[in-house]
């Protein structure tokens, strides 16, 4: 049972465009919901998140979007760069010390 | 952000043989750290949650006694992987919440069992 699902699961997207990756969960207990960013051989990076009282988030070029009654939040990358090219995994935890319910992810490549 | 420290990045072991990974939170305290498994091209596999001062949390299906947490320290969780066999070779991840519950997660440990 995929809690959160992910999608696309592949991306190319031209340089100086906009990537937009989408998630939707089910668990209304969820209240955190971060984005990370790996890249090959790497640890996954804490990109940028979101908490439910909020609709949207911006830091720098990556901005959330959540719809908290559509439960489903999404991640904007604008003036997508090659250095972007990575996987992005959107994620959702329930209040207090529980893991992270991760998505299955999105391998994006941003192309000159 | 919070630095989560992983060591070593990567480790070669003869089947058979057991290897240690070590976790620490360089900057922050944390009661819990959670230990995952990564094949190529997919998500984290969430293996089992590290608890300071008791037991680890396992996930269903992910063995105990072959893969061993120890929670030993506010700073310090480490995975031993015991009788390694070439199918435990992975990429092996941990994290650690930080304050507000920002989760951080290591650079990750690569285990090949030759």
């Known amino acids: 049972q995929q809690q959160v699902k992910q999608s696309p699961q592949s991306l190319i997207v031209q340089k100086g465009g906009i990537s937009i990756i989408n998630c939707a969960y089910e668990n209304t207990a969820f209240d955190y919901f971060p984005w990370y960013q790996q890249f090959p051989g790497k640890g996954p990076a804490l990109l940028i998140a979101i908490r439910p009282d909020v609709s949207e988030k911006k830091e720098g070029r990556f901005t959330i979007s959540f719809n908290k009654s559509a439960k489903q939040f999404s991640l904007h990358i604008m003036d997508s760069q090659p250095g972007d090219s990575a996987t992005y995994f959107c994620?959702?935890?329930?209040?207090?010390?529980?893991?992270?319910?991760f998505g299955k992810g999105t391998r994006l490549s941003v192309i000159a | 952000g919070a630095v989560v420290s992983q060591h070593p990045s990567w480790v070669i072991c003869k089947s058979g043989t057991s290897v240690k990974i070590e976790c620490r939170s360089l900057d922050f305290q944390a009661t819990t750290m959670f230990w995952y498994r990564q094949f190529p091209k997919q998500s984290l596999m969430l293996m089992a949650t590290?608890?300071?001062?008791?037991?680890?949390?396992?996930e269903q299906g992910v063995e105990k006694d072959k893969f061993l947490i120890n929670h030993a320290s506010l700073t310090l969780s480490t995975l031993t992987v015991t009788s390694a066999h070439p199918e435990d070779s992975s990429f092996y991840i941990c994290?650690?919440?930080?304050?507000?519950?920002?989760?951080?997660f290591g650079e990750g440990s690569w285990l090949t069992v030759v």
């Open positions: 994290s650690a919440p930080s304050t507000g519950n920002t989760i951080y």
């Open positions: 994620a959702a935890q329930p209040s207090g010390n529980t893991p992270l319910v």
């Open positions: 590290s608890n300071e001062g008791s037991k680890a949390t396992y």
